[in-house]
């Protein structure tokens, strides 16, 4: 059968069914086994499928990282980081079954030996589990790591499967820190896997809500009509956290809420709202739409960045009563640090469909309260009728939380109870956990089962990933400048940010929303 009859065939929005393939028995090997990742994401996340029954026959888990331990000793700090972070309590009996699925190969990353000795171990393990040589490779490691790995998998062969069965690979985030580097670390993995091996995760888009935006807009015939620039007055993407740099200042300062959060996560959202209907739920189909919209994001030129982009670094203050201190004065931070804890951008995408409507986007650490939500603000109804005799009516507003509190709310106008005739906006509102009677998946729950379905649709491709980066390039460059960089401004901890910020939307008549 042809590939293009292979994916008709396949398709589901024809076929009316479930978008992934079953995920299939595989050994997942976490390189970093003993770090942070792995303990409060990663394996709690391996353990929640197997609570939920969709964990498939056979899964070996074998984790891979330099100290010495046994298996059981491996199982046994499993354990007791995953009754601390798992979603769910933990059950002794299945406990018992996914603990069984724990292994421990300890070696050093550069070290040949230790993947000739790898290769033995998931030999054996496909014969006792029946995992048909399926080998499913995380790199929960620094990026610097990825060469010494991915060169030492291609030397034993383990970046091709054994005996019809597949090899991929998982890659964290940072995707780079800009334009040259990533392509550097694209060049890296792909000499060992192929762009169809490899799989870039990026948490955010594992989120329930953010993958109800599709649904959202393509399986409701009330919304799409209205998606665009004769309806919508323009759009806001806003990820807030109450938290500071916490223990994360090496990283972090070499980062920046820019590079940290807007690159990846948020310009992942953008898209998602952005996006043409893909011709169906393929990987690519969808990853397609995706880059369209990155490429049709107007560049700014570095003279232009002080007038779309706002930067600011928290300084001292209180958050919920409690004093903290100023990201200055954190443990690990340059007491003159340039890096910027908050980030605000009015953003356009040059296409048919959103002409002239303006994307403003903000992060920041440090903020009243914690929470990542869309908002789509339509256009204010004709000043006719109702707006003669009353104050002029807000704007209709569809909200879709991305968390803590996942759902989605439409704001509309409704007449008051009474004799007099004064009109209100009220909110209709949808919550995942009433609605449905159950807690969403954690996003690496369900990262993970795609990345065993073979299903990429949810993860980042090589080209989307290369355009966030030219586009995030120019505003990095822009403030490196020796001469007429964009100031860093201040905003005191527990507040919304500078007041910059909010001119950045005022002098379009706009206003941030508040969470």
């Not at 899964?59 to 700090?77: C, I, L, N, Y």
């Not at 009015?346 to 409507?357: C, E, P």
Request: hydrophobic residues 40%.
């Amino acid at each position: 059968m042809n590939r293009l009859a292979d994916q008709h065939l396949s398709n589901p929005l024809r076929e009316g069914l479930a978008t992934r393939a079953a995920p299939q028995p595989c050994t997942v090997v976490i390189f970093g086994a003993t770090g942070d990742l792995t303990m409060r994401k990663l394996v709690p996340a391996l353990y929640n499928i197997t609570a939920d029954g969709e964990m498939p026959p056979g899964v070996a888990v074998v984790g891979f990282a330099r100290r010495e331990k046994t298996d059981e000793q491996f199982r046994t700090e499993q354990e007791e980081t995953t009754r601390k972070f798992s979603r769910q309590q933990v059950r002794d009996d299945v406990w018992k079954q996914f603990g069984n699925s724990l292994f421990y190969h300890q070696s050093e990353f550069h070290d040949p030996d230790g993947y000739k000795r790898l290769v033995d171990r998931l030999d054996k393990l496909d014969q006792e589990r029946g995992t048909g040589g399926n080998r499913l490779f995380y790199l929960a490691v620094a990026p610097d790591q990825f060469e010494a790995i991915l060169k030492n998998l291609k030397a034993v062969g383990l970046n091709k499967g054994k005996d019809g069965g597949w090899a991929r690979v998982i890659v964290e985030k940072p995707f780079g820190t800009d334009l040259p580097s990533a392509r550097e670390l694209n060049r890296v993995v792909r000499t060992a896997f192929s762009e169809e091996q490899t799989y870039r995760i990026d948490h955010f888009l594992g989120k329930e809500t953010a993958q109800n935006i599709l649904v959202l807009r393509f399986a409701n015939a009330i919304f799409e009509p209205l998606w665009n620039a004769r309806y919508v007055d323009h759009v806001q993407i806003t990820a807030a956290e109450t938290l500071g740099v916490e223990n994360r200042a090496g990283y972090y300062e070499g980062a920046g809420a820019l590079r940290d959060m807007v690159q990846n996560h948020l310009l992942q959202l953008l898209c998602l709202v952005a996006m043409e209907p893909p011709t169906d739920l393929g990987a690519d189909s969808v990853r397609d739409e995706k880059v369209k919209v990155v490429r049709s994001l107007r560049h700014f030129k570095e003279s232009e960045v002080a007038e779309h982009v706002m930067r600011a670094q928290y300084s001292a203050g209180a958050i919920n009563g409690k004093e903290v201190p100023a990201y200055r004065a954190e443990k690990n931070v340059n007491p003159e640090s340039q890096t910027e804890t908050y980030v605000a951008l009015r953003m356009h995408v040059d296409n048919w469909r959103w002409a002239q409507v303006p994307f403003y986007v903000r992060v920041g650490k440090r903020l009243p309260k914690s929470g990542t939500e869309i908002s789509v603000h339509f256009k204010k109804a004709p000043s006719v009728l109702f707006n003669k005799d009353t104050p002029v009516l807000d704007q209709n507003v569809l909200v879709i939380r991305i968390q803590p509190d996942e759902g989605i709310s439409l704001r509309m106008q409704a007449k008051m109870p009474g004799t007099s005739f004064r009109i209100q906006p009220v909110k209709m509102d949808f919550h995942y956990g009433t609605s449905f009677g159950k807690a969403s998946p954690e996003a690496y729950e369900r990262l993970l089962l795609d990345a065993m379905s073979g299903d990429a649709t949810l993860f980042a491709r090589r080209d989307e990933v290369e355009e966030a980066w030219a586009f995030i390039d120019t505003i990095e460059h822009a403030w490196a400048a020796k001469k007429n960089a964009p100031p860093l401004l201040f905003y005191p901890a527990g507040s919304w940010g500078p007041e910059e910020a909010d001119e950045l939307l005022a002098g379009e008549g706009h206003a941030w929303r508040r969470l």
